[in-house]
């Protein structure tokens, strides 16, 4: 028995681990001391708990717990790896490069350093959304002190050759920051394999709390320095003051230790899911476009474009699925993806695309009952597109 509404937008956030949760409950309520006050129990309590979950952070992405940095989540750690790192070295260059595709999180600060006098350089995709590593090598010049790009995209599930790029920062003395939010968790993240720097995650993508994050600041073998972006009690070792949310950075190490367990098996689980709803869509359903590489793509990530179909209207349509439109961070803007648009999709197809996000708690009986459920969807809209068409000649459909 399928229960409704199914969520399918695991993209836009995961429900909270009933064992992250469990993990977080005494810290509100029994162990609530500051994570500073650390001359009486409350406090040295909420700091060994903060010491282990900046432990079972570094664990996922093979990095020393030193170099994790906790903040609000990936968007803040976006905002203090570009804006700290073009800051802090504005006295060596001032050329930053990023991605045609990458979250408005990277994008947007970039525009604000832009203001600031720096100077941007914003690389394209091919029709799947990668970027060719020769593209940075042609585009780092003497001035460039830090390169951005996310390891795998959150709307159309693309993998980038991070490792291939990382090696040509290394060997340029360029900095590398990924936006691994999307990420990590769902497939393996080391930080040494792929050669970056700087790495931001966020807690609510990966089965825990809203509200917190990290960043990873590579000290080892070189170090990166960031310029603070929030003053205030010198807490994480000056880079970002505010008194620590002990619950919060407790869920998000319990919910890394977690992904480090199951990531194995959960990812092959979720990718056959992943690929029976395709396949069942394909076949269903003419007129089905695959956006994003066909194989170096995020396992929980399928992102179709539907002819003659709205994607909005397909969402409206189906109250009983959990689905987007694309960047839950950006629905409120008009207008097609930017991501959409620039692995070559023309208005309407951008129009017509809908992002599925298969996650932890998904079952083969609600992938079986979406793929029923959308092919009937799609085709009782296309002929009420067709039925208006005829009673409207000359207007155009969809």
Same mark, same amino acid.
């Given at each position: ?56 952070? @570094? ?22 790896? #570009? ?29 604000? #350093? ?8 914003? #690389?394209?995709?091919?029709? /799947?959304? #990668? ?5 940075? @090598? ?7 002190? *830090? ?11 693309? *993998?980038?050759?991070? @490792? ?6 290394? !060997?340029?003395?360029? +900095? *590398?920051?990924? &936006? ?57 070792s000056g880079l970002r003051s505010g008194t620590l949310p002990v619950p919060l950075i407790v869920g998000l190490g319990e919910a890394?230790? =977690?992904?480090?367990? *199951? ?14 709803? +395709? ?70 197809? @951008? &129009? ?11 079952? !083969?009986?609600?992938?079986? /009952? ?10 009782? =809209? ?5 039925? /208006? ?10």
């Amino acid at each position: 028995m399928v229960q409704l509404p199914i969520y399918l937008d695991n993209h836009a956030t995961t429900r909270c681990d009933p064992r992250v949760v469990a993990a977080m409950l005494p810290y509100f309520t029994e162990k609530y001391g500051n994570a500073a006050s650390i001359n009486h129990v409350f406090g040295t309590e909420a700091q060994e708990a903060v010491a282990r979950a900046r432990r079972q952070v @570094a664990e996922l992405i093979g990095a020393s717990d030193s170099e994790i940095i906790f903040t609000s989540g990936a968007t803040e750690s976006n905002n203090l790896a #570009l804006k700290g790192v073009a800051r802090m070295y504005r006295h060596k260059g001032n050329h930053l490069i990023t991605v045609a595709t990458e979250h408005k999180a990277v994008l947007d600060p970039c525009k604000r #350093l832009a203001h600031e006098g720096y100077e941007v350089t914003i #690389l394209p995709v091919d029709e /799947w959304g #990668l970027l060719d590593p020769q593209q940075v @090598a042609e585009a780092i010049r003497p001035q460039t002190i *830090l390169v951005s790009v996310m390891l795998a995209n959150n709307e159309i599930g693309t *993998l980038q050759p991070l @490792a291939d790029i990382g090696r040509i920062c290394r !060997e340029r003395g360029v +900095w *590398l920051h990924t &936006d691994a939010a999307q990420a990590v968790g769902k497939i393996p993240v080391h930080v040494d394999q792929l050669q970056v720097d700087l790495l931001s995650l966020s807690g609510h993508k990966i089965y825990g709390p809203k509200g917190v994050g990290a960043l990873y600041l590579r000290k080892r073998d070189r170090r990166v320095r960031v310029e603070p972006q929030i003053d205030g009690g010198g807490q994480e070792s000056g880079l970002r003051s505010g008194t620590l949310p002990v619950p919060l950075i407790v869920g998000l190490g319990e919910a890394c230790r =977690l992904c480090r367990e *199951l990531m194995p098996e959960e990812s092959q689980r979720i990718r056959e899911l992943r690929d029976r709803l +395709w396949l069942g869509l394909r076949n269903g359903v003419d007129g089905i476009r695959l956006n994003g590489h066909p194989t170096h793509r995020l396992p929980n990530n399928l992102n179709v474009s539907f002819a003659g179909v709205k994607g909005e209207a397909l969402l409206l349509a189906m109250k009983d699925v959990a689905v987007s439109t694309g960047s839950a961070c950006t629905t409120a803007r008009l207008g097609p993806s930017h991501v959409l648009k620039a692995i070559g999709l023309d208005d309407e197809q @951008a &129009d017509a695309s809908v992002r599925f996000g298969l996650g932890r708690f998904n079952t !083969e009986a609600e992938i079986d /009952w979406v793929i029923a459920h959308v092919i009937e969807t799609v085709r009782q =809209l296309r002929r009420h597109a067709t039925m /208006w068409a005829e009673k409207s000649p000359g207007v155009p459909v969809g």
